[in-house]
């Protein structure tokens, strides 16, 4: 009866868990370029009771008599599925159709990576510069920070499907400012680390990022201006799997209360 106190109590634990991923998922519905998130349990140790076991003729039976001593959440993986486009209009809205990831400069120096395309033009010393909503600069294909001369209008600004910058010509014909958006990809993106503000970071599980400019095995993005993406949340399915989680918390409760109360019953026999 302990072992059952035990297993249940891990049941309870792993749904928690479950419970928590959802409402961070719920919570991010509407959260630019974010991945639902999906936890996935694993089976603990099994006691094995009897390794061999016989019938009443003394034949061996084919299986052996193991009881399971619970459940742990073994990972929790994001989904990257591209997430619905929806057209805003704003000139420094873009979002990534495809696999890739933009990569910004972290305060401390350090290279992180997001879906979030609500970009802005950021004030600095040295012009302007294209940035996330933190203020944290995009940076090329040479890993370096986007930034223009403060005599040009970032209103007329475009970037093509490729990332590269356009800028009007005195004809109003748009040039290339020789800039391009350096996406990566990753060998294992549900591998990267997740940090706050929808920015992820390399991990040994993630592998090293995948220049797309540079790398032919890789099958291009595309970058959609006036776009951006939403999160790839099922609000359905979350909500079914919230229920799911529940019933099985409580299930896990009623298992324990019932272990208690066979507790309780053994320790009032009398000889």
Known sequence: MLRS?????????????????????????????????????????????????????????????????????????????????????????????????????LPDGSIGYTRNGALKMAIDTDGITLATSEG????????????????????????????????????NNMQSLGMQIGLVQFNNPSGLMKTSSSIFKESAASGTPRLEISDGNLSPSSVLQGYLEGSNVQAADEMVNLIIAQRAYEMNSKAITASDEMLQQANNLRG
Do not use: H, R
């Open 136 to 171: 944290y600069p995009i940076l090329d294909t040479n890993g370096q920070k986007i930034t223009l001369d403060a005599t040009y209008n970032s209103s007329l600004l475009a970037i093509d499907a490729s990332g590269n910058l356009t800028y009007p010509d005195d004809n």
């Open 5 to 105: 106190l035990w297993t249940a109590a891990s049941g309870m634990k792993a749904q928690q868990t479950n419970v928590d991923t959802i409402a961070n998922n719920l919570a991010n519905i509407n959260t630019t370029g974010y991945k639902t998130e999906k936890v996935e349990f694993q089976s603990l140790l099994y006691q094995t009771m009897q390794g061999v076991s016989y019938d009443s003729e003394g034949d061996v039976k084919p299986i052996p008599a193991q009881v399971g001593l619970g459940v742990k959440s073994g990972a929790i993986t994001s989904q990257f599925t591209q997430g619905a486009l929806s057209a805003t209009g704003g000139s420094f809205d873009f979002c990534i159709d495809g696999e890739g990831f933009f990569q910004v400069q």
